[in-house]
């Protein structure tokens, strides 16, 4: 018989889980994973940034923080026109969801506007619409919703105790304010973290408990491996080398589709540097999603072309 998930999660519940022995998590994780999604089936969903770096926050991670000296060169709003030609390349490529990234943090009502046109043009096109633009104010997510967006990311990125450490210009209970209005307006949520910062296991632990607490948990739930941009804090703490060791990464993916089991999981950023081997282990651990596409927000992504080699390498079809 088929234990049933508990109702809600406990950090413990989940540090126990990735405890577990790697097979022993891994097999759980796909037996989960084959009940609720189609097995071998990747999703495939293309970033932009439509408004790049001079953001005001501190996230210590961030390359776009205006605080630190990363080397990303700021640039006002794109316009209409050349959005949705990178969203039409997108569809061409074989993108289902097409997801814009403003370095803000949050949109003025006078922002919104032209980002309203964008959504609109790019769900006419047969797109699934996505857009992380920072914390939102009253009113603004239904806004988004009326123009035909689908999701909104906003990420928790780790746990409550360890996100101090991270971030001090907004607090977690921001977060969760911005993800309340998202659900309230209708729009679905998308909503991860980062692993390889510099936390614990229980913070990771932390992190999925928080993600799959929320009620209802995230339709979408982005597992970024720490990218580390030079000039970021995170950079200067770890100088490039990895914080952990990347099994764990593959254990926070096959916790999350584990306690999420109906959740598009997103292995995100850091596959470059995560490599082949790793991102086959996230596969089987339930990972049915990626970013794809040459460039995620300002760093590297693997290329379109080796993307499609490995999926015929490991035998995945992108989700038509
Ligand atoms: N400014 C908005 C915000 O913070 O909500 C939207 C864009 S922000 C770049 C979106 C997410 O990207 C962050 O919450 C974080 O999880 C992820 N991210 C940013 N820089 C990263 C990095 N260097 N490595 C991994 N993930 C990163
Ligand atoms: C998410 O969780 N990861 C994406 C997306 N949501 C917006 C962003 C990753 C950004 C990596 C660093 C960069 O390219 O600037
Ligand atoms: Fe700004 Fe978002 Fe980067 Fe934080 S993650 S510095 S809010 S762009």
Known sequence: MRAKAPASWSVAGVEALLALPMSDLLLKAQQTHRAHHRPNTVQLSTLLSIKTGGCPEDCAYCPQAARYHTGVINEDLLPLADVLAAAAAAKAAGATRFCMGAAWR?????????????????????????????????????????????????????????????????????????LERVRGAGVRVCCGGIVGMGESRTARAGL????????????????????????????????G?????????????????????????????????????????????????????????TTGNPDVDSDRDLFVRLGLNPDA
């Open 106 to 178: 949050g949109p003025r009502d006078r922002d919104l506007e032209p980002v309203l046109a964008m959504v609109e043009g790019i769900k006419a096109m047969g797109l699934e619409t996505c857009a992380t633009l920072g914390m939102l104010k009253p009113g603004q997510a239904e806004r988004l919703k009326c123009a035909g967006l689908d999701y909104y990311n906003h990420n928790l990125d780790t746990s409550p105790e360890f996100y101090g450490d991270i971030i001090t210009t907004r607090d977690y209970r921001d977060r969760l304010e911005t």
């Open 208 to 239: 999925i408990a928080q993600l799959a607490n929320l009620d209802p948990y995230p339709e979408s739930v982005p597992i970024n491996s720490l990218v580390q941009v030079e000039g970021t804090p995170l950079f200067e703490q770890f100088r």
């Open 241 to 297: 080398k990895a914080a952990i060791d990347p099994f764990e990464f593959v254990r926070t993916i096959a916790a999350a589709r584990i306690t999420m089991p109906k959740a598009m999981v997103r292995l995100s950023a850091g596959r470059r540097e995560l490599g082949d081997g790793i991102q086959a282990l996230c596969f089987f651990a339930g990972a049915n999603s990626i970013f794809y596409g040459d460039k995620l927000l």
